[in-house]
């Protein structure tokens, strides 16, 4: 559905894309996963044609994008970070603005008005002015405006910045409902929890390249971390630590608290605590630390993922 291939991009001295390529299948859920500044913004700009590359190229729906970007145009809905609506506009005018940009006929276009308010919950709040709304519900007019033409992908440039939880909600609901009946969604987001949510495939960004993608499960192959418990007690010297690693632990300390880690933390857990006892370390506290994408991206990256 879309290829990327060798994209780079510079903004005068700042080199913001370094030749990053990646492909994304028919109605996949792509995840662009780095924190701000990583080039996720920038590819999306490229993709849904607002932003020219210095190099390389972007194939979407078997269409150039170099070649013929009015085409190109007609298969995707682009979402981007700013919010894009006129405030003294309703809902409703906003979204006849916006639809018969794409060319919808206007009797087809006011019943997919229609359906698109009703799906993101503001029907009846339609003829009010846009700036009356929540930033949530400005978030959902936002999102409404890139489907009224029905494209077959769409671009999601960090669409829950700064929103309310049912704002949020909603929005994961329309989500993940579009992506059931088959549109190809790439998805860009600092929020670690999103991407473990929504995506098929996760690609990893930072300072402008790709350093890892797969699935989830791969990306933890590729990180190399294991799950870890932390225990917090009375007692902790070097000299009980060296005989915990002498007994064939592997185990370090931060913050004189114990970190054991393990490729089966439930198999290994019982036999950790009572090595603890063993050697007389009192434990106040337990922590179990999961491989998630944080520690995935700060294992690749050597970076927390909201840096």
């Given amino acids: 559905m879309i290829t990327v291939t060798d994209l780079r991009k510079s903004f005068g001295n700042v080199e913001a894309l370094k030749g990053i390529s990646f492909t994304?299948?028919?109605?996949?859920?792509?995840?662009?996963?780095?924190?701000?500044?990583?080039?996720?913004?920038?590819?999306?700009?490229?993709?849904?044609?607002?932003?020219?590359?210095?190099?390389?190229?972007?194939?979407?729906?078997?269409?150039?994008?170099?070649?013929?970007?009015?085409?190109?145009?007609?298969?995707?809905?682009?979402?981007?970070?700013?919010?894009?609506?006129?405030?003294?506009?309703?809902?409703?005018d906003n979204l006849l603005f916006w639809g018969s940009l794409y060319g919808v006929k206007k009797d087809v276009l006011k019943q997919r008005i229609d359906s698109t308010l009703k799906?993101?919950?503001?029907?009846?709040?339609?003829?009010?002015?846009?700036?009356?709304?929540?930033?949530g519900m400005k978030r959902r007019i936002n999102i409404a405006s890139a489907l009224l033409h029905e494209p077959k992908i769409l671009f999601m440039d960090e669409p829950t910045v700064g929103i309310d939880p049912q704002s949020r909600n909603l929005i994961f609901e329309v989500v993940e409902k579009l992506h059931k009946d088959g549109m190809t969604i790439v998805y860009t987001t600092h929020y670690m929890e999103e991407a473990e949510r929504f995506c098929d495939r996760i690609g990893i960004i930072d300072n402008g390249t790709i350093v890892a993608q797969g699935t989830l499960d791969e990306l933890k192959a590729q990180g190399g971390d294991k799950e870890s418990l932390v225990i917090?007690?009375?007692?902790?010297?070097?000299?009980?630590?060296?005989?915990?690693?002498?007994?064939?632990?592997?185990?370090?300390?931060?913050?004189?608290?114990?970190?054991?880690?393990?490729?089966?933390?439930?198999?290994?857990?019982?036999?950790?605590?009572?090595?603890?006892?063993?050697?007389?370390?009192?434990?106040?506290?337990?922590?179990?630390?999961?491989?998630?994408?944080?520690?995935?991206?700060?294992?690749?990256?050597?970076?927390?993922?909201?840096?």
């Fill in 232 to 307: 917090a007690g009375n007692g902790i010297t070097e000299e009980k630590v060296a005989k915990l690693k002498s007994a064939g632990y592997t185990v370090s300390v931060h913050e004189e608290k114990l970190i054991f880690t393990s490729a089966s933390l439930k198999t290994d857990m019982p036999k950790m605590i009572m090595a603890c006892n063993e050697n007389a370390i009192d434990i106040e506290h337990i922590d179990i630390r999961r491989v998630n994408l944080e520690t995935v991206f700060l294992s690749l990256t050597g970076k927390q993922l909201r840096d």
């Fill in 119 to 135: 799906l993101f919950g503001l029907f009846d709040r339609r003829n009010d002015k846009v700036k009356t709304y929540s930033g």
């Fill in 24 to 92: 994304i299948r028919p109605g996949e859920f792509y995840g662009l996963l780095g924190p701000n500044g990583a080039g996720k913004s920038t590819t999306i700009g490229i993709m849904s044609t607002l932003v020219t590359p210095d190099r390389g190229g972007v194939v979407i729906d078997g269409i150039d994008l170099a070649k013929n970007p009015m085409l190109c145009k007609q298969v995707i809905g682009v979402v981007p970070q700013e919010i894009a609506l006129y405030n003294d506009l309703s809902a409703v």
